[in-house]
């Protein structure tokens, strides 16, 4: 068996509590890690007792290593300032979500080399940050707000980012996984 098979088998116990209880709360987390989670629990299935090529070898390792730090990120918040308390976590969630997205975006525009305003979206992710530390009451229009700062921090027209997430529901759809059946998937934004 692969190292990497192990390593998902294990990543799975430790983690797949926490991902259908994003699911059932109806998280928009659970929006963010669906496709890839979707994808990798297909190539488990169907590689699980079969050698890889290095394509769906280098698609589990990508998708294990990133969604792997994006629950990591999300079970610091749960565990540090929401003291495991999971309701409180997920009145935060869309702020989180926004947060991991950034990080997405921040490191797609350095690794495009694409110049942004590295202060303003610094003061971005300090203003989300607030709502969490200070459990600040999370607006309606957070997304409208959340949006316009990013199009004025990056100054590039049409830019359009494509993230991992994006990546892996192309990946999907090749492999004839149906991510339409699921609701309300919102997968990616154009900038």
Not at 151 to 180: R, W
Request: proline fraction near 1%; glycine fraction near 2%; aromatic fraction near 16%.
């Amino acid at each position: 068996m692969l190292d990497i098979i192990k390593e998902y088998q294990s990543w799975l116990v430790e983690n797949n509590d926490f991902y259908h209880k994003i699911k059932s709360h109806k998280s928009s987390l659970y929006t963010r890690f669906y496709p890839i989670y979707e994808v990798l629990q297909y190539l488990y299935n169907e590689y699980k007792d079969e050698e890889f090529d290095e394509d769906i070898e280098k698609i589990f390792q990508v998708g294990l290593e990133y969604i792997n730090l994006q629950f990591f990120n999300c079970k610091i918040y749960l565990e540090k300032t929401f003291d495991n308390d999971f309701h409180e976590f997920l009145k935060y969630d869309q702020v989180i979500n926004y947060l991991l997205f950034i990080e997405d975006l921040k490191y797609e525009l350095s690794e495009q080399k694409i110049n942004y305003d590295k202060e303003a979206l610094d003061t971005l992710v300090n203003e989300l940050d607030e709502f969490i530390i200070e459990k600040k009451k999370v607006p309606n229009t957070l997304n409208v707000y959340v949006d316009a700062k990013i199009t004025k921090i990056i100054d590039i027209d049409n830019y359009n980012f494509n993230s991992i997430i994006d990546i892996f529901v192309e990946i999907g759809n090749t492999l004839g996984l149906d991510f339409e059946k699921e609701e309300d998937i919102i997968i990616g934004k154009d900038i």
